[in-house]
């Protein structure tokens, strides 16, 4: 029965979920564990550049898997073809890679697991597997998105959003990220072997509160200012992808050694992925060189123009 007056709860908008039809989990890796149990694969091809999180599922279920390589456009390099219980994931790295991850839906089919975390705005293929994390664009405690045609029949226990909330708060709280850090590295490793469960009721609540439209365009406006501005100087050589194409972030392809450094002094976080990439591959391959030297510059919908020009200044000032 419905409870009519108490106190007053948050006052979330009621709109409406971007990812209508997918799964509500709590995690993205646990999206991935999701379908390796549901379709059964004895095997899956991942690439070295990714988060060590989706080596988790493997390790839990003992799926064997096997690591490939990219280039330096974040293309797969793979010749192999694949058996019947075997996968292959891709990632579309920074959400830059939709032209790649067309061709490889027409390549290997529903074989293919799409990982969209950098790519919350980009639509599934029809029947292919694919993931989304929208805490990788939006303040959430936890939730992610899956598509699949393969349900598991269990009945998953729904996660809670209280003990994940302290590193948001505290961020609100302080009006800057840096005293939050330690908690959002905490809520970070929080996260490591947690269960498949079903998004909190907060989770979905936050989810259907955000004006989408509206921060995809500002989004993809910011990509666009410093693409025109930095674009003749960036050595990262990027696909002709659609107009509509929101990144998370702009890879700018820098080797100097400082750069990075100057960034974050002067208070523009610019995070470093896959560092457990470094381990498995060698200092001349793309790999490597895309952990070290492509940079991550902010430009999601959470600032402007103007906070788009300081980002300028700052990599142009000697």
């Known amino acids: 029965m419905k409870e009519i007056g108490g106190f007053f709860e948050l006052q979330l908008r009621k709109g409406e979920h971007y ?18 149990r549901a379709k059964k694969y004895k095997k899956i091809y991942i690439p070295y550049l990714d988060s060590e999180v989706i080596w988790e599922p493997m390790k839990k279920l003992g799926t064997d898997y096997e690591f490939y390589s990219i280039d330096s456009k974040i293309d797969p390099i793979f010749e192999k073809e694949l058996g019947k219980d075997e996968a292959f994931f891709y990632s579309d790295t920074y959400g830059i890679k939709c032209n790649t991850v ?103 609540a936050l989810l259907k ?9 500002r989004q993809i406006k910011n990509f666009r200012y410093l693409h025109s501005v930095l674009g003749k100087d960036n050595q990262f050589e990027y696909d002709d992808f659609p107009a509509d194409t929101c990144p998370l972030s702009y890879m700018f392809y820098s080797e100097d050694p400082g750069l990075r450094k100057k960034l974050i002094e002067n208070k523009i976080y610019v995070s470093t992925y896959w560092k457990a990439t470094l381990d498995l591959v060698e200092k001349d391959s ?33």
Not at 209 to 217: F, G, P, Q, R, S
Not at 299 to 308: P, V
């Open 19 to 36: 990812h209508k039809g997918a799964v509500h989990l709590n995690t993205a890796r646990n999206c991935l564990e999701y379908i390796l």
């Open 102 to 204: 067309e061709k490889l839906v027409k390549r290997f089919g529903k074989q293919l697991i799409i990982d969209n975390t950098h790519a919350f705005f980009s639509k599934p293929f029809p029947g292919i597997d694919t993931i989304y994390s929208p805490r990788k664009f939006f303040g959430l405690p936890d939730g992610a998105y899956l598509y699949t045609e393969t349900l598991l029949k269990e009945d998953f226990e729904q996660d809670s959003a209280i003990p994940h909330m302290t590193h948001l708060m505290k961020r609100i709280e302080e009006g800057s990220a840096n005293p939050a850090y330690q908690d959002y590295l905490n809520y970070c490793n929080s996260l490591i072997d947690q269960p498949i469960k079903r998004m909190s009721n907060l989770g979905e």
């Open 209 to 217: 509160n955000i004006d989408y439209e509206n921060l995809k365009e």
């Open 286 to 318: 793309a790999e490597y060189k895309i952990v070290n030297y492509l940079l991550p510059l902010p430009s999601d919908h959470r600032y402007d123009e103007e906070d788009m020009r300081r980002i300028v200044e700052v990599i142009n000032s000697k």
